[in-house]
């Protein structure tokens, strides 16, 4: 079940001629680091879990991870965040499609990596999917650095940040991207302590996900919102004026909280 999402979005990527690698030589294993925050795009997949059943699901991958170790392997599944309460989702970078195919047949092959009890191991590990529910998807985001904010001081991103609030929003108007370089530079003369990251779904939702990146929900918390902070530069009105063109750029936003799981991630 795990891997039915994976193959259906790799059936899509291989199906549009411009998002094919042109390189036949397709690697053996993903050559990019798990956990590169530099990388081009992230496999991220999506499970909704039964609150009721969560804990069943978090007990069979711990038990996994412990089977990885064991072999000393690992799943490539990826780096796990928690959002506002039962969901999960994993990221895993990468920089071409070639690799990903790459990628897709490494994970495939866990099995065998683990030896004689791989298929017992995986199938202890698969009973925890009685947990999942809707949505329970797959998704490629591309990073998009136009939407970045580079906060001073610790540079930090999805893998290192200890607290994350996600944004994600439909963009409708060319006009978000104007305002959003006058709410940048405006953040950059407040210094505002939390950093910004841009993706775009680009096989998924086709929406724009910004993480905003703090070392924990009190720094979070403590430095404001960043209205707050492009106020305090050009003030009140021009500020709400700015962020009112953010709004009217954008079909809603849905925003949610990020807790990394660093216990549940993939092996390195």
């Not at 009190?218 to 009112?244: C, I, M, W």
Request: glycine letters at 8%; charged letters at 20%.
């Amino acid at each position: 079940m795990r891997n039915t999402a994976l193959c259906l979005l790799l059936a899509l990527i291989t199906s549009q001629p411009s998002l094919a690698a042109t390189n036949t030589t397709t690697p053996t294993t993903p050559t990019t680091a798990a956990y590169d925050a530099s990388a081009k795009y992230r496999a991220v997949h999506v499970d909704t879990l039964d609150p009721k059943l969560q804990q069943v699901f978090i007990d069979a991958r711990i038990g996994w991870l412990k089977v990885l170790d064991a072999h000393h392997t690992t799943d490539g599944r990826g780096y796990f965040l928690q959002r506002d309460g039962s969901t999960l989702i994993t990221l895993r970078s990468f920089n071409s499609f070639t690799e990903y195919d790459a990628l897709r047949a490494f994970r495939a092959d866990v099995g065998a990596r683990i030896g004689p009890e791989g298929d017992k191991a995986g199938q202890q590990y698969d009973a925890g999917d009685v947990a999942i529910t809707s949505p329970h998807n797959s998704e490629v985001w591309m990073r998009n650095a136009d939407f970045d904010y580079h906060a001073p001081g610790l540079a930090l991103n999805e893998y290192t940040a200890g607290y994350m609030r996600m944004e994600v929003e439909q963009v409708r108007s060319d006009d978000y991207a104007e305002a959003w370089k006058q709410v940048s530079a405006a953040l950059t003369t407040a210094k505002y302590p939390v950093a910004r990251i841009g993706f775009f779904s680009m096989l998924g939702s086709g929406k724009q996900i910004g993480l905003w990146l703090a070392t924990d929900k009190a720094g979070f918390v403590s430095a404001g919102t960043p209205q707050e902070a492009v106020a305090r530069v050009l003030g009140a009105d021009k500020a709400r004026a700015l962020f009112d063109r953010l709004k009217s750029a954008s079909l809603g936003v849905e925003v949610s909280e990020l807790i990394p799981r660093p216990e549940l991630k993939s092996p390195e």
